[in-house]
């Protein structure tokens, strides 16, 4: 028979186990996430109007949505009237943000002149954002934007300015900007500008939406929704959606045909720029 002195060594021995087992099941899950949210994808936009004009995100959520995707797209944004990314990482919100939570991707979106006047500014924060995202094992994705209606000679440079520090920071790029002056090109009456000639009407968002969808999910935007909705708040349910706009189907089809050969193309794009940075 054991003796009552190696009973207690063996019930010893066996709290130990059940105590270590405990504490790497705590482990495991304090580093883990939820089923639900491994099964989505998790996006954060930083930007300024041009982002929350006409919800952008939640507007992209709906195209995913209405792709039936796997995958469910999640969004949150910050997002300051006219601010620039140096804006964004001095405030501090952000980068708080960007560490709090999980994302698959950060988008981040220069103030719109920005990059045509202040390029080494815009580089600068675009590097420094660039950095804390890869730290948290996310991916940049730069949101390309368009030129003012009455600029469009300037849609090259905005080109170039995000192409060329994308190609930098081997971060991927949502070709805004060259869908809507192609689209532009392809059909005049598709207004894609608000009244201020600057920030997006629904269908400009649209277009946008459509962008960011072929570039997060990598799948066509043919045959998704065509009909553009916004929201009353930042946390959208059904009921309170606002149906800004439903487009023709010729129209739909074609800006989503355009988009997608454009978003397939952007490899193309890129392959024409160095990725040495513009002091």
Same mark, same amino acid.
């Not at 504490?23 to 930007?47: D, Y």
């Not at 041009?50 to 209405?66: G, I, K, M």
């Not at 946008?208 to 066509?220: D, H, I, K, P, Q």
């Given at each position: /028979?054991?003796?009552?002195?190696?009973?207690?060594?063996?019930?010893?021995?066996?709290? /130990?186990?059940?105590?270590? &087992?405990?504490?790497?099941?705590?482990?495991?899950?304090?580093?883990?996430?939820?089923?639900?949210?491994?099964?989505?994808?998790?996006?954060? &936009?930083?930007?300024?109007?041009?982002?929350?004009?006409?919800?952008?995100?939640?507007?992209?959520?709906?195209?995913?949505?209405?792709?039936?995707?796997?995958?469910?797209?999640?969004?949150? /944004?910050?997002?300051?009237?006219?601010?620039?990314?140096?804006?964004?990482?001095?405030?501090?919100?952000?980068?708080?943000?960007?560490?709090?939570?999980?994302? !698959?991707?950060?988008?981040?979106?220069?103030?719109?002149?920005?990059?045509?006047?202040?390029?080494?500014? /815009?580089?600068? #924060?675009?590097?420094?954002?660039?950095?804390?995202?890869?730290?948290?094992?996310?991916?940049?994705? &730069?949101?390309?934007?368009?030129?003012? +209606?009455?600029?469009?000679?300037? +849609?090259?440079?905005?080109? !170039?300015?995000?192409?060329?520090?994308?190609?930098?920071? $081997?971060?991927?790029?949502?070709?805004?900007?060259?869908?809507? +002056?192609?689209?532009?090109?392809?059909?005049? $009456?598709?207004?894609?500008?608000?009244?201020?000639?600057?920030?997006?009407?629904?269908?400009?968002?649209?277009?946008?939406?459509?962008?960011?969808?072929?570039?997060? #999910?990598?799948?066509?935007? @043919?045959?998704?929704?065509?009909?553009?909705?916004?929201?009353?708040?930042?946390?959208?349910?059904?009921?309170?959606?606002?149906?800004?706009?439903?487009?023709?189907?010729?129209?739909?089809?074609?800006?989503? +045909?355009?988009?997608?050969?454009?978003? $397939?193309?952007?490899?193309? &794009?890129?392959?024409?720029?160095?990725? @040495?940075?513009?002091?």
């Amino acid at each position: /028979m054991m003796s009552n002195t190696k009973i207690v060594y063996v019930c010893l021995f066996l709290l /130990m186990m059940i105590a270590l &087992f405990q504490m790497l099941k705590r482990h495991i899950q304090a580093n883990s996430f939820p089923v639900a949210e491994q099964q989505a994808i998790r996006v954060l &936009f930083i930007g300024n109007s041009y982002t929350y004009f006409n919800d952008l995100p939640w507007l992209t959520q709906q195209l995913a949505a209405s792709a039936k995707e796997p995958k469910k797209l999640e969004t949150e /944004m910050v997002v300051i009237g006219g601010a620039t990314l140096q804006n964004h990482w001095k405030r501090g919100k952000a980068l708080r943000l960007l560490k709090a939570k999980r994302w !698959d991707y950060v988008v981040l979106q220069e103030q719109s002149t920005l990059p045509i006047t202040n390029l080494q500014e /815009m580089y600068k #924060y675009a590097t420094l954002f660039d950095a804390e995202i890869k730290r948290v094992n996310s991916q940049t994705v &730069f949101y390309l934007t368009w030129a003012k +209606q009455n600029q469009p000679e300037t +849609q090259q440079i905005l080109t !170039d300015a995000y192409m060329n520090i994308a190609q930098e920071l $081997k971060a991927k790029v949502a070709p805004v900007g060259i869908a809507w +002056q192609k689209i532009q090109e392809a059909n005049l $009456k598709l207004n894609l500008y608000s009244s201020d000639k600057s920030h997006p009407s629904p269908i400009g968002s649209y277009v946008a939406a459509c962008v960011f969808y072929t570039t997060l #999910y990598g799948n066509s935007p @043919v045959g998704l929704s065509r009909r553009i909705y916004s929201s009353n708040d930042s946390t959208p349910q059904e009921n309170n959606r606002i149906e800004l706009e439903s487009l023709s189907e010729t129209d739909a089809e074609m800006i989503q +045909q355009l988009v997608e050969y454009i978003v $397939k193309k952007n490899s193309e &794009f890129r392959s024409q720029y160095s990725g @040495v940075r513009i002091n």
